[in-house]
């Protein structure tokens, strides 16, 4: 990529976060639009997610300079590091340190299951830069990436307008039962941490088709003690993940589990300790980027609608700090993640299209 970028004429940087950026110089001095993803994975993930919103960034700087087109503003790619959390928790680390939410320290000290620390890691490969990673001014942030979900393939549309990031919350659940022996224990003495663990799945479950609308609930990760064959669990860890568009019925999802959490455990009298550890509110996009990227779909004549991202993104931290935008993709059969990931070539093309008439109607064509 780096080299890419420089073949491309960029000046490239490096963060303390190992965030490159990469600028090609606007008629004046001022703040830069910046276009920006990652080109981190998941394990046995696809090529698309994240990587796709880079090489159209620097697909649309290619195509300023072959067709001699000057702007105002700066244009700059950024290429944000660990975005997925793959190996470092949390997710988004680097955009989260630039945005000043995660102190630079607790992102370097972040270790991976081999104990290795990010710091250490971004020093071996050369990419632990000098430049300060603190907020930096932009004109507009814009992230080309896939809609990691159905709706833009099942209505046939290319682009997605998007308006905003959906709520996020997290809540971690630990189940206290009686370990015991699964032979001579009578069914009518267990306290068993699994069966009341999973009441809580089935309900959390419910309680997304009891509020209805655009809730999704998810039970994701399960840790059982001393899970083996022959012993009633006597420890469960879960997790919850709710998210929706309105903060109120994140609120609301919380109060029914609470409910469900309590009616479990009281079934199988077993104890249970809920955490609500971690809540992102509901992300509205710049109304000026997202008017900028509603002018560009239709300009390129691309079948375009709003849509919200069920997913977190850098776009969200830079959200935090200057005006942001996001265009998105169709995802075939909504899929992503995983290594059927893929996108057409037309779509990607009405995608392209589309930052690029985005990003040089917010620099200001000279
Ligand atoms: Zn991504």
């Known amino acids: 990529m780096v080299r890419w970028m420089r073949?491309?004429?960029?000046?490239?940087?490096?963060?303390?976060?190992?965030?490159?950026?990469?600028?090609?110089?606007?008629?004046?001095r001022l703040p830069p639009v910046m276009i920006g993803s990652h080109i981190d994975s998941v394990p046995t993930g696809g090529k698309y997610d994240g990587q796709l919103g880079v090489l159209c960034g620097?697909?649309?700087?290619?195509?300023?300079?072959q067709h001699g087109i000057r702007t105002r503003h700066p244009v700059t790619l950024a290429i944000f590091t660990n975005e997925e959390g793959a190996r470092f928790q949390p997710a988004m680390i680097a955009s989260g340190v630039m945005a000043?939410?995660?102190?630079?320290?607790?992102?370097?000290?972040?270790?991976?299951?081999?104990?290795?620390r990010l710091v250490d890691e971004l020093e071996r490969i050369g990419y632990l830069g000098a430049e300060p990673c603190v907020p930096r001014p932009f004109r507009a942030y814009l992230e080309l990436h896939i809609e990691q979900g159905p709706c833009l393939e099942e209505e046939g549309l290319a682009v997605g307008v998007v308006d905003?990031?959906?709520?996020?919350?997290?809540?971690?659940?630990?189940?206290?039962g009686v370990q015991d022996h699964a032979g001579p224990t009578p069914m009518?003495?267990?306290?068993?941490?699994?069966?009341?663990?999973?009441?809580?799945?089935?309900?959390?479950?419910?309680?997304?088709?009891?509020?209805?609308?655009d809730v999704v609930t998810t039970v994701g990760n399960l840790t059982v003690r001393p899970n083996i064959v022959n012993a009633i669990p006597g420890a469960v860890t879960l997790s919850i993940d709710m998210r929706d568009p309105r903060?109120?019925?994140?609120?609301?999802?919380?109060?029914?589990?609470?409910?469900?959490?309590?009616?479990?455990?009281?079934?199988?009298?077993?104890r249970g300790s809920l955490e609500h550890y971690w809540r992102v509110p509901y992300t509205p996009f710049a109304?000026?980027?997202?008017?900028?990227?509603?002018r560009a779909a239709k300009a390129s004549g691309a079948r375009h609608r709003h849509i919200l991202s069920g997913a977190g993104h850098d776009a969200q931290y830079m959200a935090a700090i200057g005006p942001a935008g996001m265009i998105f993709v169709p995802s075939r059969d909504g899929r992503s993640h995983c290594e059927e990931e893929f996108t057409g070539m037309d779509d990607i093309e009405h995608g392209a299209t589309t930052l690029f008439l985005a990003a040089v109607d917010l620099a200001g064509r000279v």
Request: hydrophobic residues 45%; negative net charge.
């Open 287 to 294: 109304p000026d980027v997202v008017a900028a990227v509603e």
């Open 247 to 270: 903060d109120e019925t994140l609120d609301r999802a919380r109060t029914l589990l609470d409910r469900v959490v309590r009616e479990a455990c009281d079934r199988e009298g077993v």
């Open 7 to 28: 073949e491309a004429g960029l000046r490239v940087t490096v963060d303390q976060m190992g965030n490159i950026f990469g600028e090609r110089p606007g008629a004046e």
């Open 188 to 213: 009518r003495i267990r306290h068993d941490a699994l069966v009341a663990a999973a009441e809580v799945v089935t309900g959390v479950r419910r309680i997304a088709r009891e509020l209805g609308g």
């Open 164 to 176: 905003g990031i959906v709520a996020i919350a997290w809540s971690r659940l630990t189940i206290e």
């Open 100 to 116: 000043g939410k995660i102190p630079l320290e607790d992102a370097y000290n972040a270790r991976d299951k081999d104990g290795l």
């Open 58 to 65: 620097l697909e649309t700087i290619r195509a300023l300079e």
